[in-house]
């Protein structure tokens, strides 16, 4: 075990996209959408909202992002240390951005430090994981850039290519991940497993430049069209970023839209904004790839 810290300390976790088309539970990207947390001695518990869905979220040990504190401590028989957690949150909530698993990926990254507990990455994955339900997720928020979540629970990563740049379409509307999830089909044909399978792969090698890339292949045949019937926004969006010729999905659950578009397309984001109209928010993000990040912190987290 390390040394445990008073020192105010603030976690900064990115948001994550997952499935990214065919990748089903598997795949997932981490985007330049921030959570940040702040952490201050407190004779108590508490937690201070601001940013996106402040006025949603609870001020006391019932928020995500305690219950993860909590659960780490509890996991490696620490005490739970008392603290106010300031938050100010970039990431839209219930849009398919992985709010959540950062939430998780927060509480339990500051327990660590904050205990002083020695932890692998890879354990933060798994307790995120255990809270929230999103291996893929979790894994893009501790560890930043391309991952794959694995059958036996470990996150593998890879470098996002920088020819290619993600655009995220955010809509108002919100849709519960349990909600969309109850959508999913509970079996497939083998020829479309097998058409599944090689998606996943040449998606996966594509966004991490190891292959051409081909944006037909953010298709998806299993998952997508049964939230997409009740989603016509996100539908309409993703049909026109592929009739440019661009890759779309749905950004996890969804409603919101991942377009990915070649670096040199400066025209993207204006006709994206055009095509979504009102209600949309179209974002000109980048790949994150640094993942959870603590530092000491001096300051109001702003």
């Known amino acids: 075990?390390?040394?445990?810290?008073?020192?105010?300390?603030?976690?900064?976790?990115?948001?994550s996209s997952a499935n990214l088309g065919p990748g089903f539970d598997i795949l997932a990207v981490a985007l330049d959408l921030f959570l940040q947390v702040r952490a201050e001695p407190f004779d108590g518990r508490r937690v201070v909202c601001a940013g996106e869905g402040a006025t949603d979220l609870p001020g006391?040990?019932?928020?995500?992002?305690?219950?993860?504190?909590?659960?780490?401590?509890?996991?490696?028989?620490?005490?739970?240390?008392?603290v106010t957690l300031h938050c100010d949150n970039q990431i839209p909530l219930e849009?398919?951005?992985g709010s959540s698993a950062a939430a998780a990926v927060a509480g339990v990254t500051l327990a660590r430090r904050l205990t002083g507990v020695t932890a692998t990455d890879q354990q933060l994955i798994e307790l995120a994981a255990l809270l929230e339900g999103h291996a893929d997720n979790a894994a893009a928020a501790v560890l930043g850039g391309l991952v794959v979540a694995g059958r036996d629970g470990r996150a593998h990563r890879f470098d996002p290519t920088r020819s290619l740049r993600p655009v995220v379409c955010i809509p108002e509307q919100r849709?519960?991940?349990?909600?969309?999830?109850?959508?999913?089909?509970?079996?497939?044909?083998?020829?479309?497993?097998?058409?599944?399978?090689?998606?996943?792969?040449?998606?996966?090698?594509g966004l991490a430049g190891l292959t051409a890339w081909d944006p037909a292949l953010m298709a998806d045949d299993v998952v997508?069209?049964?939230?997409?019937?009740?989603?016509?926004?996100?539908?309409?969006?993703?049909?026109?970023?592929?009739?440019?010729?661009?890759?779309?999905?749905?950004s996890g659950a969804g409603p919101s839209v991942l377009a990915v578009v070649a670096g040199d397309d400066a025209d993207a984001v204006g006709w994206l904004t055009e095509v979504a109209g009102d209600g949309w928010q179209v974002v000109p993000a980048r790949w994150?790839?640094?993942?959870a990040r603590v530092d000491a912190h001096v300051g109001t987290v702003r």
């Not at 075990?1 to 948001?15: E, I, K, N, Q």
């Not at 049964?226 to 010729?245: K, Q, T």
């Open 224 to 250: 997508e069209p049964p939230r997409l019937e009740v989603m016509s926004g996100s539908r309409r969006l993703i049909a026109a970023a592929r009739d440019a010729g661009h890759g779309a999905c749905l």
């Open 1 to 15: 075990m390390s040394r445990a810290t008073t020192t105010p300390l603030r976690v900064r976790v990115p948001a």
């Open 95 to 97: 849009r398919g951005l």
């Open 288 to 291: 994150d790839r640094a993942g």
């Open 175 to 205: 849709a519960a991940t349990s909600a969309t999830r109850a959508l999913v089909p509970r079996s497939v044909t083998v020829p479309t497993m097998i058409d599944t399978a090689r998606g996943t792969a040449l998606v996966l090698t």
């Open 60 to 82: 006391d040990d019932g928020n995500l992002i305690w219950r993860a504190v909590r659960v780490f401590c509890d996991t490696h028989g620490v005490e739970v240390p008392d």
